[in-house]
């Protein structure tokens, strides 16, 4: 494991101050004092107090309490006393909508990392819940995990005997590609005969000998077709959940994030969480190249909470389905084949795009001066995707350009790969969680060894400046970067075990993967991820100083205790208040549009 850099430690606390106006009237200038202040900024990384205007939202002065009073004399100053401050954390891939309406109250959230360890742990709640609910209410469980929890496939047969009630159920799979459901569910389709429609383009039914459904869809279009008709009639207020969401990521210290399948379906949805005063999260949404309108501009009334960054693309599926572009395959044992995993390796047979498609979609929204996004976790994918980025990026003379494209989750992703993204001028994003959650399965149960315990190569991808971040890819886990950060610089699984200890990262790194690169990929670096004069007063407030803490006791020793959003500190049961007073009926299409994008993990 790599020796943590404490250059954040050694340096004195700067009083270095810079001001964007020499004075300031006492009713618009705030003065922040912490126990210490981690800025972010390498040319000042350490201060005692922050200033910043009520006015402008931003930033005016950074250093000593001394020096930051004299910038504005007749400023207001609160003390924080033993808190330290940080920029507030970036997770710049999520999925706040899906993850809200399929994790949050009235739905339930079964995966392993939230409590529901092994299949008689989701069988037993499943039970729980269809006595406790109001008769013939449909009911919603996501995070169903074949590998984790050993469930089997929970086809209508199984979950018929889960639901003595007869009311319709919903199953999420984890992964987001599959969705199960009962006889009651089927009746409530109509679909006659108990026979499911023509499989549609993308997807499929699962199907019976004698044409009957199974109560299995698979992939985005089938999964519509079963839930969108179910979701509404089970989460009566849409919006209300995708804030619980909001609400969550804030909790966990994260004041900026992405919406990672936009469609327009989303755009009152993300209007109205951005309109209310303690609204906690700066939002940049990448619509899917799926949809016919993904090129058209959309822009929202304050584009410092909510903007259009680019264009969503996957290149191919998800490592626990085994639908993964990568060039080796998967150990054959029973948890595998229980799993119904497909050994594979698949290769570019893996891949959702054929390279001419993707050289299509690319010569369509290349012009436009959008951001592209690749989905991507095999390693065959990434260099299909690479050597498309390359192509479009020469023909639209972008090479050298400030673009930032980007590809994300890369478990798979081999060293050299980093390094000619860097030559492409192309940023990652890391799923840390891939490692965190399934790291004991990757390693020796799902792949050999030198396949597995490389699984997330963080620390390969910092000898490049590739500008890498980290996120948790709602629902798929917990918004949690305080344990990313954990579990990045010493390299340990959930349960503590190491693999693979030469991809640990220092904690300077982590921290950057987890402020200021996070900005940068998503465009904000001149507004947020650090603590600067000029930029946006978005803070975490945390219990202990995170560089002076063990590596390995972040989690137990670091608590998030608020957030600021442009220097207002932000009250969350609040924003469900005010959220929750607007009408639900107006977001109705939030159903069908988050479920647009359940293949995205």
């Given at each position: ?66 020096d930051v009073s004299a910038s504005a004399p007749n400023a207001t100053v609160k ?523």
């Open positions: 494991m790599r020796k943590i850099n404490r250059t954040l430690i050694s340096k004195s606390i700067s009083t270095l101050v810079m001001c964007s106006a020499p004075l300031f009237a006492s009713a618009e200038v705030v003065v922040l004092k912490a126990a210490n202040i981690i800025t972010m900024d390498e040319k000042n990384p350490r201060a005692e107090a922050i200033a910043f205007d009520t006015n402008t939202k931003k930033i005016t002065a950074v250093g000593s309490l001394k003390d924080l006393g033993t808190t330290v401050l940080m920029p507030g954390f970036i997770d710049p891939h999520n999925h706040p909508f899906l993850s809200g309406i399929t994790t949050q109250a009235p739905a339930f959230w079964i995966a392993p990392y939230v409590g529901y360890k092994s299949w008689a742990d989701v069988q037993a709640k499943i039970l729980k819940e269809d006595k406790a609910a109001p008769a013939g209410v449909p009911l919603i469980f996501n995070g169903v995990d074949k590998l984790l929890q050993q469930a089997p496939t929970p086809t209508k047969d199984v979950l018929d005997k889960l639901t003595p009630s007869g009311r319709p159920v919903l199953v999420i799979d984890n992964s987001g590609h599959a969705v199960y459901f009962n006889t009651a569910s089927i009746k409530m389709l109509g679909w006659k005969g108990g026979k499911p429609p023509a499989n549609p383009v993308g997807g499929s039914f699962g199907r019976n000998q004698d044409g009957t459904s199974n109560g299995t869809a698979n992939e985005t279009a089938a999964i519509m077709a079963v839930a969108g008709p179910i979701l509404p009639k089970a989460i009566p207020h849409l919006l209300l959940s995708g804030a619980e969401w909001y609400a969550y990521m804030a909790s966990l210290g994260i004041t900026a994030t992405s919406e990672h399948t936009y469609s327009t379906g989303m755009y009152k949805g993300y209007l109205a969480l951005a309109s209310v005063p303690n609204s906690p999260l700066r939002m940049s949404v990448y619509h899917m190249a799926v949809d016919a309108d993904a090129g058209v501009k959309a822009t929202w009334p304050d584009s410092s909470m909510v903007r259009k960054n680019g264009i969503k693309l996957w290149a191919d599926g998800t490592p626990w389905l085994g639908s993964v572009a990568q060039s080796f395959g998967y150990l054959d044992n029973e948890r595998t084949r229980n799993a119904e995993i497909i050994l594979g390796p698949l290769g570019e047979k893996g891949m959702n795009y054929t390279r001419l498609q993707l050289d299509e979609l690319l010569d369509k929204y290349s012009p436009m001066g959008y951001q592209m996004a690749f989905h991507c976790n095999g390693d065959v994918g990434f260099d299909v995707v690479l050597d498309a980025y390359e192509y479009a990026l020469n023909k639209y003379n972008l090479i050298g350009t400030d673009h930032r494209w980007r590809v994300e989750h890369l478990g798979a992703a081999r060293a050299d790969q980093f390094k000619r993204a860097e030559s492409l001028g192309v940023t990652v994003s890391l799923a840390p969680f891939q490692y965190i959650y399934w790291g004991d399965l990757l390693d020796g149960t799902m792949f050999k060894p030198e396949y597995g315990a490389q699984w997330q190569r963080a620390g390969d991808s910092f000898k490049y400046n590739i500008h890498t971040t980290f996120h948790n890819d709602g629902s798929v886990s917990p918004p949690d970067t305080l344990r990313n950060i954990q579990h990045m610089v010493t390299r340990t699984t959930d349960v503590g075990t190491v693999h693979g200890a030469n991809q640990a990262v220092t904690l300077d790194q982590a921290l950057k993967a987890s402020t200021i690169n996070g900005a940068y990929q998503l465009k904000r670096d001149t507004e947020i991820g650090s603590l600067e004069v000029g930029k946006y007063a978005d803070l975490v407030e945390l219990s202990a100083d995170i560089t002076a803490i063990n590596p390995n006791e972040i989690t137990d020793k670091v608590k998030v205790q608020g957030t600021w959003l442009g220097g207002k500190k932000i009250d969350t049961a609040q924003f469900l208040k005010e959220i929750k007073a607007i009408d639900p009926s107006e977001h109705q299409a939030l159903g069908e549009a988050s479920l647009k994008g359940v293949h995205s993990h």
